[in-house]
């Protein structure tokens, strides 16, 4: 072949290369600043996806008729607005024009994606979200909580500088009595007040301010968009203040939970919490500031609680200083026995005798140990289950626990006892003694029958084959120690023909055959009774 005649095919494979891998439906992303003002048509990019030669081209995606496609590049008619419409997706279709018309596979249809995003510019001004912005500051708030929050939007990309905002406070009127009374976050625009403005805000002196503010895009530098706008701050008074002493008398009857006070920030939404040396939940605050008491006081223990109350925003923090709730415990000497914990447990077997003891359950009474009032009776008031009978007392003095059945054989496996300590003044408490009924080990294992069998064993069975199995029962405690049952061959088994295999789950053991022996049976088949 001459190199004339090579020179048309080379042509040809390289187009048919080139055709495939421009489109092989690839996407086009292509970046287009907004609002351009030059001359139109605006040739935006060569799409290298389109071969030179194509026929048929068909642009869809582009509602408005901005774009075009001319020799290989895309092109725009008219500006584009981002905030109008931030992306376009146009989906370009053609038929290749092949030079080799025997090659239909470059005649068929071809198409792909061209994304274009529009680039933003900084071409809109930021606009505070409220024409009247309004905001109210109590007497109180600590400096740097905000009590309002300045809003403004911009409608340029918010991923971008241009919608960036930054606000600042230009001016306050009346300058009184501080020129600087408030302060307003540049980033989030939350009003708050100054140290000098927390410290000498007056309602009386001043009950209104106007406050100047500005908001500027491109994070406020100096060639930044911006808008000035007026927020009016009402100060109002506040109920937050220490709250009256209050006194309660020790051991108060109930019903539990007890209000025993109120406090009331007056201003914004504010969560409540209280500090101070006290038992865990003993005093306890609602969402509405109601200072409940749960449970009784016992003034032997402490007289008077000094109750700090705390103020705080949802997110935490704390929006003006702790005021205090003084609590005096009035006496009434009147404590009474307590146990040192709710629930004992202890074991008893079960062949114990009458009157073995168990356990000894003491309680201490915090009253004057020089009077009766320490004096302590016990009583037994409860045992669950109640049947078969009344199985155990306590020592009206001592608090000893102890057996009171002739015989514990056939009770329940577990007993929940009651124990009430009582002082000289009918004060009382009680407690739980949990008693486990120890098994042991009285009921001898029984055969179901005195003599099984006979069994016949072919004479060519394998090692290991089972010939039969039996159970003997056991009355104690199943699965316990005293039920296992332990088998053993008396007699018969001299050569050791026979093993036992026992299941400890069930207690069921398995006679089985461990050798083989001819002379067990002269028969054809060995017998075994």
């Known amino acids: ?28 992303k292509i970046g287009v600043p907004e609002n351009y003002d030059g001359i139109f048509p605006w040739y935006l990019a060569k799409l290298h996806n389109l071969p030179s030669n194509y026929t048929d081209l068909v642009l869809t995606g582009d509602d408005e008729g901005i774009f075009g496609v ?49 680039i933003d510019k900084n071409d809109n001004v930021p606009t505070f979200i409220e024409e009247s912005m309004r905001g109210s500051v109590q007497l109180g708030l600590l400096k740097g909580i905000p009590f309002m929050q300045v809003e403004a939007h911009d409608r340029d ?9 930054r606000f600042s406070l230009m001016e306050q009127t009346p300058r009184i009595p501080s020129s600087q009374m408030f302060f307003i976050d540049s980033t989030t625009g939350e009003v708050s007040l100054t140290e000098e403005g927390a410290s000498t805000l007056d309602p009386e002196m001043c009950g209104r301010y106007k406050l100047s503010v500005m908001v500027k895009d491109m994070a406020g530098r100096t060639n930044a968009f911006f808008t000035t706008g007026i927020v009016t ?58 200072i409940y008491l749960n449970a009784p006081l016992d003034r032997e223990t402490q007289d008077q609680f000094h109750i700090s109350i705390v103020v705080e925003r949802p997110d935490g923090r704390q929006i003006a200083k702790p005021v205090e709730l003084r ?10 026995p307590t146990f040192p914990q709710a629930q004992y447990h202890t074991v008893v077997k079960e062949l114990a005798a009458r009157g073995t003891e168990i356990l000894t359950v003491q309680a201490a009474d915090n009253d004057d140990p020089k009077t009766d009032n320490v004096r302590i009776f016990y009583r037994l008031v409860g045992q669950i289950p109640e049947s078969p009978r009344a199985l155990f007392r306590v020592d ?12 514990m054989e056939g009770t329940a496996p577990q007993y929940t006892l009651t124990i009430t300590a009582e002082d000289a003044k009918g004060l009382n408490s009680s407690c739980t003694v949990v008693v486990t009924v120890q ?12 003599e099984y069998g006979p069994f016949h064993v072919p004479e060519d069975a394998l090692v290991g084959t089972t010939v039969t199995a039996v159970l003997a029962r056991d009355g104690d405690v199943r699965a316990g120690d005293s039920w296992q049952v332990d088998y053993r061959l008396e007699s018969g088994n001299e050569d050791e023909v026979f093993t036992l295999v026992t299941d400890r789950q069930t207690n069921e053991v398995s006679l089985v055959l461990s050798k083989v022996n001819s002379t067990v049976c002269p028969s054809d088949s060995q017998c075994i009774h």
Request: aromatic share 6%; net charge negative.
């Open 439 to 450: 098994d042991e080990n009285n009921n001898p294992p029984v055969f179901s029958q005195h």
């Open 157 to 165: 990309d918010r991923n971008t500088a241009h919608a960036e905002l």
């Open 233 to 290: 701050v009402e100060v109002t008074g506040n109920t937050w203040a220490s709250p009256d002493p209050v006194r309660l008398q020790e051991n108060l009857p109930g019903p539990y939970p007890i209000p025993i006070s109120q406090v009331k920030w007056s201003g914004s939404q504010a969560q409540y919490s209280l500090d101070g040396e006290f038992p865990e939940m003993l005093f306890t605050i609602s969402r509405e500031g109601v």
């Open 327 to 336: 609590v005096m415990v009035g006496d009434a000497n009147d404590n009474r």
């Open 396 to 407: 009206r003095d001592s608090g000893v626990i102890s057996v009171q059945a002739d015989s």
């Open 70 to 118: 001319d020799a290989q590049f895309l092109y725009a008619i008219k500006p584009l607005d981002r905030e109008k419409q931030p992306s376009y997706s146009l989906q370009v279709s053609f038929k290749p024009s092949s030079v080799i018309q025997n090659i239909r596979s470059l005649t068929h249809r071809q198409s792909f994606t061209v994304e274009v995003c529009v």
């Open 1 to 28: 072949m001459g190199d004339s005649e090579a020179t048309p095919m080379l042509l040809a494979g390289l187009l048919l290369s080139t055709l495939l891998h421009h489109c092989s439906g690839a996407n086009v």
